[in-house]
């Protein structure tokens, strides 16, 4: 499973959520969380913790309604959580993909480097990029890049 920076967004993450909270929907997401419900076992397997850790997680998640968690059936991302997910991913992704096309960084390390600054870029320079690159359906690294439609502002997800 690919990693990101999950503190792209130190003060939203902060105010809201953990570092670990935003984890678990990550990791959702890439899971296929939005369309289908995962298992706890499956999630606490890609986290690397136990299962009751993982449920403890879930249940503050979906308290705060990033998640719907059905018991002894599964999680799913909200279209709250998804929303948070696809936007700090369409933000990394982006900037990813115009290092390594743009600037001729080696994948890998345009993807460290991007952890670094990624949280201070203005959304409308990320977008700008975007439409420069052609809005690109993949980063260098093969991952889909979201393209939301609507910008993620957490007055309207609270």
């Known amino acids: 499973m690919t990693s990101f920076n999950l503190c792209m967004c130190r003060r939203y993450v902060r105010k809201e959520l953990t570092e670990k909270e935003l984890e678990y929907l990550f990791t959702l997401y890439l899971l296929r969380?939005?369309?289908?419900?995962i298992s706890v076992s499956t999630i606490a397997q890609q986290m690397g913790v136990t299962a009751p850790t993982t449920v403890a997680i879930l249940r503050k998640l979906a308290s705060r309604g990033y998640v719907n968690y059905v018991t002894r059936r599964g999680v799913s991302l909200t279209r709250k959580g998804a929303a948070l997910v696809k936007y700090f991913l369409?933000?990394?992704?982006?900037?990813?993909?115009?290092?390594v096309k743009c600037l001729?960084?080696?994948p890998r390390v345009a993807c460290e480097w991007v952890k670094r600054f990624d949280l201070y870029v203005p959304d409308e320079l990320v977008n700008k990029l975007c439409e420069m690159l052609g809005r690109p359906a993949c980063c260098p690294c093969g991952v889909p890049i979201p393209h939301p439609e609507v910008e993620f502002h957490e007055e309207e997800h609270t």
């Open 90 to 99: 369409h933000r990394h992704l982006v900037l990813e993909t115009y290092l």
């Open 104 to 106: 001729g960084v080696e």
């Open 33 to 37: 969380g939005e369309e289908e419900l």
